[in-house]
C-alpha cells in the first residue's frame, strides 16, 4: 500500500511540478491554520512576520530556538508543509547543520538560506549596505545543511540577496549557478525593486537550470501569469497575513477606546465559535466521546 506523502515531499514536488504555486506567510498556529484552509499547498514560516508578532525587530533578535518554537507549533497545526526562513543560517556552517536537525525534528519540510552575515537585516531596511556571505563560505553552508539532513526529501534553499546588495545581474547568476552546484533544491533571487525587469533579465539569463522562487513584496502589481509563463516554481507572499493581522487589530483597538464600546466592533470580528473552530475543538469533542473527559 502507498503511504500518504510526507510534507518534505511535498514540498519538493510543488517545487519539480510545472505549475506556479502559491506559498503563504504564517507567523503562528492559527495564521498557518487559516492559510491552510484558504487553500495555499504550502506555509512560508517569514523571519519577518514571526519576529514582528513576537515585538521584536527583523534582525536576529529571537533566537534560532525561539523562532524554531514558533515554527513547531506552525507545523502541529497545520498538514501542508512549512518553509522555514533559516536566514542566514544563525552562525557558520555548524550552527547551520544543527538548524537543519532541528527543523526535521520538529517536522518542518524545509529551510531556506541566504547569502548575507549574521546577524541580518531585513531586505527591504537596509539591504544594499549589507555585506554578502563569501560564496565559498556560503556554498559550504549549503553542503553541510544537505549532508547533515535525515530525510533525503527535507528541501534546502538557498537565497541570494546579490541584487538587493546592487551587485548586479552577472552577480547574481554566478551565486545562484554556484549555490546549484553546491546542493540546493532550489534558488530565490530576492528583489527589492517596483518593476520585475531585473527579475526577467535573471529568469531570462538562467534558463530554468534549477526550481525558482520568488518572493514579490515590491514588484506585486505583475501578474502573476508573467511568472507562470517563465516557470517559476513557486511565489512566495511574504508578510500579507501580518500586515491584514496589524491593520484588523489597530481598527479595533482604536475604535473601542474610541467609542467606550464594543457593540459596533463585534458584529465584524471574528465570533468566539470561530475561535474555537480554528483551535480544533471538534476534535477534542470526538477524543472526549470515545476516552472519556473525566480528570
Ligand atoms: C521574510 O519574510 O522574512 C523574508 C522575506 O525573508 S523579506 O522580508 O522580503 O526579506
Ligand atoms: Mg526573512
Known amino acids: 500500500t502507498d503511504s500518504p506523502p510526507t510534507k518534505a515531499q511535498m514540498l519538493r514536488a510543488l517545487l519539480t511540478t510545472t505549475r506556479l504555486d502559491f506559498i503563504m506567510e504564517a507567523h503562528n498556529g492559527l495564521s498557518a491554520r487559516i492559510a491552510e484552509e484558504a487553500g495555499f499547498p504550502a506555509i512560508w514560516a517569514s523571519g519577518l512576520a514571526i519576529s514582528a508578532s513576537l515585538g521584536v525587530r527583523d534582525n536576529n533578535e529571537a533566537s534560532w530556538t525561539q523562532v524554531v518554537e514558533v515554527a513547531e507549533f506552525m507545523a502541529d497545526a497545520t498538514q501542508v508543509p512549512i518553509l522555514f526562513d533559516g536566514d542566514t543560517g544563525f552562525g557558520n556552517f555548524n550552527n547551520f547543520r544543527r538548524l537543519v536537525r532541528k527543523l526535521e525534528q520538529r517536522g518542518i519540510a524545509g529551510v531556506c538560506l541566504e547569502d548575507k552575515i549574521f546577524p541580518k537585516a531585513n531586505s527591504f531596511q537596509r539591504g544594499p549596505s549589507q555585506l554578502l556571505a563569501p560564496v565559498d563560505d556560503f556554498c559550504g553552508k549549503i553542503k553541510a545543511g544537505k549532508d547533515a539532513q535525515y530525510d533525503e526529501s527535507f528541501v534546502l534553499i538557498a537565497r541570494t540577496e546579490a541584487l538587493i546588495a546592487g551587485c548586479g545581474l552577472a552577480e547574481a547568476i554566478r551565486r545562484a549557478e554556484a549555490y546549484r552546484q553546491a546542493g540546493a533544491d532550489a534558488i530565490i533571487v ?80 471574528a465570533s468566539l465559535n470561530e475561535v474555537f473552530r480554528l483551535q480544533g475543538d471538534e476534535e477534542l469533542r470526538v477524543a472526549e466521546g470515545r476516552f472519556g473527559d473525566g480528570a
Open 190 to 269: 530576492h528583489s527589492a525593486h517596483a518593476s520585475p525587469d531585473e527579475i526577467f533579465a535573471f529568469l531570462d539569463r538562467w534558463e530554468n537550470r534549477h526550481p525558482i522562487i520568488l518572493i514579490p513584496t515590491k514588484y506585486h502589481t505583475t501578474p502573476t501569469q508573467h511568472f507562470a509563463r517563465r516557470r517559476v516554481a513557486a511565489l512566495i507572499w511574504a508578510n500579507h497575513l501580518l500586515r491584514s493581522s496589524i491593520a484588523a487589530m489597530q481598527s479595533t483597538a482604536v475604535r473601542i477606546v474610541r467609542e467606550r464600546s464594543v457593540s459596533r466592533i463585534e458584529p465584524k470580528i
